[in-house]
Each structure stands twice: as C-alpha cells, then as structure tokens.
C-alpha cells in the first residue's frame, strides 16, 4: 500500500523542501535506519550511511518527481549509499592489516606534540597575539605545512602567475624580519636567568 504523502508533496509545493524533509525523516527514519542496520550488521556502518542518505535526499528533493513515493525512493537512496560506503570499505584496507602501521598511527594520535604542550602554548599564545592575521597565514604555511614560496605567494597575494618569483621574494623578506620580530618578542617573554 503506497502511504499517503500529500502533506509532504503540498509542503515540496510550496518550496518548503526542509519542512518536508523533516517531516519524512519523522515518518520513515526509524524504519530506514532499520533496514541500513540490517544490510550493514553494525550501528556505525548504518550511521554513516543514514547521514549521507539524508544528505543527498536534502539535495535531491527540489528535483524528486513524484514519479514513486518518497518513501520508495529514500529506500533507493539508502541502498546506493549503504552500496557506497560497502565499496569504499573495499578499497580502503583495514590498518589492522599492517599492525606496524597502526601501531605508528596509534602513537601519533595519542601523542602530545610539542607545541600542544601547556607551558609552550601559553608562550607561543602571548607571541601570537602580536602578529597580523597574514603573518600568522605566512607562518603557517610556511613552518606548519612547508609550503614552497612559489606556492606560499599564489596563495596570498593576488594569483597572478606571472608576478609569483616577485611576490615570493617578497614574501620571504617579510618572513625573515617577521622570525626576527618572532625571535625578539621570545626573548622579552623569557624570564630573567
């Protein structure tokens, strides 16, 4: 028996494709996460699933054509997702394949790198505090990710390739009187020996 989705079909209508949407996630996500569940054996697979489903169901409702109920189609949606996700989870090894690999992923995860560490944050915060939001872009990109100047420029200057070997030379510049300036500020914030 098809259910009747007059109220959801008038709010879609009426170009209220959230409203609607709520309203079917009401309707019909205690039963379609159910299903995901069943065809995924775990909670988290059918979590991830149910989450992506909705995601696209939002994107897709402004074009649903009424051709199907909505119920059905949400079904269709959920089963290529749980299909997605199923192919993604074969391509994509389990680390428990490679324990050293694990091993070293879980060693970084748990890890307090250094400049997370209390006393540095706190020194480094104060440092900080005195630099231009482009400062901080620069030393980020260029300490944090290591990006090479060519790179470092096209980011932030204006994108004009042919001004690029220009603007990096400028913008090491900058960078060598901003670690000066860093270098300065450090020593201020040192306590007397």
């Known amino acids: ?55 696209r169901a939002w994107h897709g409702l402004p074009r649903f054509r009424w051709e199907s109920s909505l119920r059905a189609w949400l079904y269709t949606i959920a089963r290529n997702e749980f299909l997605r996700a199923t192919q993604r989870d074969r391509r994509n090894l389990p680390l428990s394949l490679a324990p050293a690999v694990a091993e070293a992923v879980a060693a970084v995860r748990t890890a307090t790198a250094p400049h997370q560490r209390t006393e540095v944050k706190d020194a480094f915060a104060k440092v900080r505090e005195a630099l231009t939001p482009d400062d901080h872009m620069l030393l980020g990109l260029r300490l944090d990710r290591r990006l090479p100047w060519n790179e470092i420029a096209l980011i932030l200057s204006d994108g004009d390739p042919t001004h690029v070997t220009r603007d990096a030379a400028l913008l090491r510049k900058r960078y060598q009187r901003l670690k000066a300036r860093l270098a300065e500020l450090s020593a201020q914030l040192r306590p007397d020996d």
């Open 1 to 55: 028996m098809t259910p009747d989705e007059s109220d959801l079909r008038a709010r879609c209508a009426a170009g209220d494709h959230d409203g609607a949407l709520t309203a079917a996630v009401a309707r019909y996500g205690g039963e379609l996460f159910g299903f995901l569940v069943g065809l995924a054996g775990d909670h988290d697979r059918a979590g991830d699933a149910f989450s992506a489903m909705w995601e």
